[in-house]
């Protein structure tokens, strides 16, 4: 199993410019989700989804807008870039069992550099 | 004020010393409790994962949940230079199958260096 991939690793983008961040899971995971990563703050939530079709936002969703068409893919798109948005990204993966989530399987990240 | 408060450190320790990480949380329904690890440029994974209050030890590690103080540690004995990480506790409560309350609550994470 390769578990959760990312794609691409590494970005530049200038301000403006769209992009989108491709997540893919092969562990048949109910949950998936988006975060950001900055320095000294911490993961945060951007937006996740709780099955295929089903998305919700997360502490951060302003300027990202999500799609989960298929069980196994979760898409992060950025419509316009912003410099705000330069950041690591992770993706990660859970199920459900008896009233708990499951541990959560984080992707390799992809780096975004928007300038 | 933030479901989760974790001092972000950094903390530096000697090989073999006792090292203890924390975390305090404000919601009292948190009832699953994790440590995670990442390394340098990597993502989490997951390192210790307890229900509700008590103790869990996994070799080195021990995970310790006081749901009456709303207080989770993690506890590393013998540290070596590969737990040379930055360790991230994260919560959850009870949720129903499709509920978008089913996510994790992360700390900020502490950043954890063992020199030789």
């Known amino acids: 199993n390769a578990g959760v991939t990312q794609t691409p690793k590494f970005r530049v983008l200038k301000t403006g410019q769209s992009m989108t961040l491709l997540c893919a899971q092969d562990?048949?995971?109910?949950?998936m989700y988006w975060y950001r990563q900055d320095p000294g703050m911490g993961l945060r939530l951007i937006h996740y989804s709780v099955g295929e079709g089903t998305t919700a936002k997360g502490e951060v969703p302003d300027g990202y807008n999500v799609s989960r068409l298929k069980k196994q893919n979760f898409l992060l798109g950025l419509e316009s870039a912003a410099p705000s948005q330069t950041s690591v990204y992770f993706c990660a993966s859970s199920y459900w069992s008896s009233g708990a989530q499951e541990t959560q399987y984080f992707g390799p990240g992809t780096r975004l550099l928007v300038l | 004020q933030k479901e989760v408060e974790q001092d972000p450190g950094p903390l530096s320790v000697p090989e073999g010393a006792i090292v203890s990480l924390n975390c305090t949380y404000s919601n009292s329904a948190f009832q699953y409790f994790m440590w995670y690890r990442q390394y340098s440029r990597k993502g989490p994974e997951l390192l210790m994962y307890t229900y509700s209050s008590g103790n869990k030890e996994d070799g080195r590690f021990t995970a310790q949940v006081d749901k009456s103080s709303k207080y989770i540690s993690l506890f590393i004995r013998d540290s070596q230079p590969s737990d040379s990480a930055t360790y991230l506790c994260?919560?959850?409560?009870?949720?129903?199958?499709?509920?978008?309350?089913?996510?994790?609550?992360f700390g900020r994470g502490t950043q954890l260096t063992v020199w030789p």
């Open positions: 562990m048949n995971h109910e949950y």
């Open positions: 994260a919560m959850s409560g009870f949720v129903n199958r499709g509920s978008t309350l089913g996510r994790l609550y």
